[in-house]
C-alpha cells in the first residue's frame, strides 16, 4: 500500500484545516486507513480511522465532534475534515492502513498499522 499525505499548515485556534490521503496498492477487500499524530515528546496516537469497504468509523474521544473522516472510494483518497482547531492537536499528521482484520479501534487506537504516508505538519497557534 501506497500512501501519499497532504494539506496541514498553521491556523489559529477554532480555525479549520483538511487533510487528503491518496492511496493505491490495495489488495484485499478492507482496508482501515486513517490519520495518526505524534507530537513533540509523545507517542504516535491514532487520531481516526474509516473503513474502506464499508465507510464505518473510528475517533479518538478528543476529536469526537469536531473531526470528521470520509472517502472517496472513486478518488482512492481520504480525507480528515479538522474543525475547531486546538493548540493539542499540532503535532505532525500521518496517513496509516493496513488490512482491517481485527476492527478499526484495532486499527487505530492501537496504532497497529503498517503501511504509512509522509508525515504533515499541524500547527495550532492560541
Known amino acids: 500500500v501506497q500512501l501519499q499525505a497532504s494539506g496541514g499548515g498553521s491556523v489559529q485556534a477554532g480555525g479549520s484545516l483538511r487533510l487528503s490521503c491518496a492511496a493505491s496498492?490495495?489488495?484485499?477487500?478492507?482496508?482501515?486507513i486513517g490519520w495518526f499524530r505524534q507530537a513533540p515528546g509523545k507517542e504516535r496516537e491514532g487520531v481516526s480511522c474509516i473503513s474502506s469497504s464499508d465507510g464505518s468509523t473510528y475517533y479518538a474521544d478528543s476529536v469526537k465532534g469536531r473531526f470528521t473522516i470520509s472517502r472517496d472510494n472513486t478518488r482512492n483518497t481520504v480525507y480528515l475534515q479538522m474543525n475547531s482547531l486546538r493548540p493539542e492537536d499540532t503535532a505532525v499528521y500521518y496517513c496509516?492502513?493496513?488490512?482491517?482484520?481485527?476492527?478499526?479501534?484495532?486499527?487505530?487506537?492501537?496504532?497497529?498499522?503498517?503501511?504509512w504516508g509522509q508525515g504533515t505538519q499541524v500547527t495550532v497557534s492560541s
Open positions: 496498492g490495495f489488495s484485499a477487500d478492507d482496508y482501515a
Open positions: 496509516g492502513a493496513d488490512r482491517n482484520l481485527y476492527g478499526l479501534e484495532f486499527a487505530c487506537r492501537l496504532v497497529t498499522v503498517t503501511s
